[in-house]
């Protein structure tokens, strides 16, 4: 039987999970499947965050991943544990970056097999060397990821423990210790192959590829480490899907998932808990011996009473689209269908990246906004309704980079305008690259209406709470232990109150890895 969905009156839980997205949902799940009581409070109508699918146009059967959009911090054991029913399908083609070399349209593909990416990259560079240049800062960044990735969803390492587990100087000096951008520059010649690897470090962190802050390390560590591997895989049925079945995993285990509930005040002794909640036609009061806060570090503080901590602010650019077909490449050697399966790089050389960040740090937006887009469709229909996939349509999702809040919080209220030209830039960037221009390639919505929406920081922050948009709730951290963090990386100044969200140390992206150390940290505390 489907538990109650909704706070039992005078009930105290042995967990009050406050937010429902993945990570709340994951560790709702552990606990309960513990033999815990949860109570999950979700402020929406509906549980799974940013990672969730959606029917954006009026009228149109197409569910698409509004906000994140694809896995690839996963950990096989939490799928294994929860015993989830989710698929995760490999896209065929790693990227495509299109470009212009001696006056001719032409771009570099990456997979597809060793031998094809081999022969784009001396079709692009003129030699070898560029390529065998490229497998060796992978295998460098390869050997990282197996050696770090599983210590995720272990008690947290020392520096010098993860240092040791790591077992490569160069590699600990490259990913850890200088920016970046010295480790691109050393390994790799060609400007456009050095923007592709250095993407991997902005995505979501708005940073140069010297940042002394190591920000953009850290970015890129997350982003090369997932799996194992640093596949990003296509969730089949979309975002939607896989929190969907968090949600089923934790019903089935006997967790209470009670949406339009709002917590709006935690107060603690460090032994029990009080979580206040509101929902639309009333208030109310849920005891717990312990609360998981699956929302930022900000919202924490409010809930808490605590200091604030320092501002966040988001830097990218979301945008959805449903076309009538694929545009055609000026590139007519790539099919289309190829290009876009993987990630289509647009104005990420390593020379137009570090000159967008100038000049979004200076507050204009750039004059070549860069972005990548995929699309979900072209590896798995099933997001599409049948007639729409019948006749050949597909999704394309773009993420912008390099556009922080900054620059959307006018004080003359043209928020909108701005987010209106920054597009109209963005896609003639694409455009750039295509035989015809992706206008008409649109569908239209049943009002008529282009089939496309902008998500700027300031619409993440007002949908979903994320602080300044940003989609990480605050800069990654390392992957060690840190001052206060405590042996999961999930404790707070209140003992029984922790953060499994994504500001939580190892947080960040669609990977449970909060939830499921904040479990942990209940399960195997003293006593526990």
């Not at 709340?24 to 309960?32: D, H, K, P, T």
């Not at 520096?159 to 590699?171: Q, S, T």
């Not at 990913?175 to 010649?189: D, K, M, N, R, Y």
Request: one cysteine or more.
């Amino acid at each position: 039987m489907t538990a109650p969905e909704g706070p039992r009156a005078g009930r105290a839980y042995d967990a009050v999970v406050v937010g429902g997205g993945h990570n709340g949902l994951v560790a709702a799940a552990y606990l309960a499947r513990a033999g815990r009581s949860v109570l999950v409070l979700e402020r929406l109508d509906h549980t799974g965050g940013a990672a969730v699918s959606a029917r954006p146009f009026a009228g149109v059967d197409a569910r698409l991943s509004r906000y994140s959009y694809l896995v690839g911090l996963l950990p096989r054991k939490i799928v294994r544990d929860l015993g989830l029913d989710v698929r995760l399908r490999a896209r065929p083609v790693s990227s495509y970056t299109p470009t212009e070399r001696d006056g001719r349209p032409t771009g570099l593909l990456v997979g597809g097999g060793e031998r094809r990416t081999r022969e784009a990259f001396a079709r692009l560079t003129g030699s070898d060397r560029e390529y065998g240049a490229w497998r060796r800062f992978h295998a460098l960044t390869g050997h990282v990821a197996r050696r770090v990735f599983p210590t995720l969803t272990e008690p947290l390492p020392t520096r010098e423990e993860l240092r040791r587990r790591v077992d490569d100087e160069a590699a600990w000096r490259a990913l850890f210790e200088e920016p970046i951008g010295v480790a691109i520059e050393e390994h790799l010649t060609d400007d456009l192959v050095r923007g592709v690897v250095l993407t991997d470090a902005l995505i979501g962190t708005f940073a140069d590829a010297h940042d002394p802050s190591l920000k953009q390390n850290r970015c890129f560590l997350y982003h090369v480490i997932g799996g194992g591997t640093g596949a990003w895989d296509v969730p089949v049925g979309g975002m939607g899907a896989l929190t969907d079945a968090l949600a089923a995993a934790a019903r089935r285990a006997g967790a209470v998932l009670a949406t339009g509930h709002e917590a709006v005040r935690i107060a603690t002794d460090g032994r029990t808990a009080e979580v206040a909640y509101r929902t639309a036609t009333g208030e109310g009061v849920a005891a717990a011996r312990h609360v998981l806060v699956n929302a930022s570090p900000q919202e924490l503080a409010a809930l808490t009473g605590d200091p604030a901590p320092a501002p966040a602010e988001g830097a990218q650019l979301k945008v959805n689209m449903l076309l009538e077909r694929l545009p055609r490449l000026r590139d007519s050697a790539t099919d289309p269908r190829e290009a876009f399966a993987g990630t289509f790089h647009v104005a990420e050389g390593y020379r137009q990246l570090a000159a967008a960040y100038a000049r979004a740090a200076a507050g204009e937006p750039p004059t070549a906004p860069p972005s990548e887009t995929y699309c979900h469709s072209l590896t798995d229909p099933s997001v599409l309704g049948p007639d729409l996939a019948g006749r050949g349509y597909h999704t394309l999702t773009l993420f912008g980079l390099h556009t922080p809040a900054r620059l959307f919080a006018r004080d003359d209220g043209q928020d909108d305008a701005v987010r209106e030209d920054l597009l109209t830039a963005t896609l003639a960037q694409l455009d750039a690259h295509l035989a015809e221009p992706l206008a008409g390639c649109l569908a239209t919505d049943a009002d008529g209406r282009p089939c496309i929406e902008a998500k700027t920081p300031l619409d993440l922050e007002r949908d979903l709470r994320l602080p300044g948009g940003h989609i990480f709730h605050r800069d990654l951290t390392w992957p060690y232990a840190q001052d206060g963090a405590g042996r999961w990386g999930v404790a707070t100044r209140h003992a029984n109150v922790l953060l499994c969200g994504a500001g939580a140390v190892r947080g960040g992206g669609v990977s449970g890895v909060p939830g499921h150390n904040a479990a942990m940290a209940v399960l195997r505390a003293r006593g526990g």
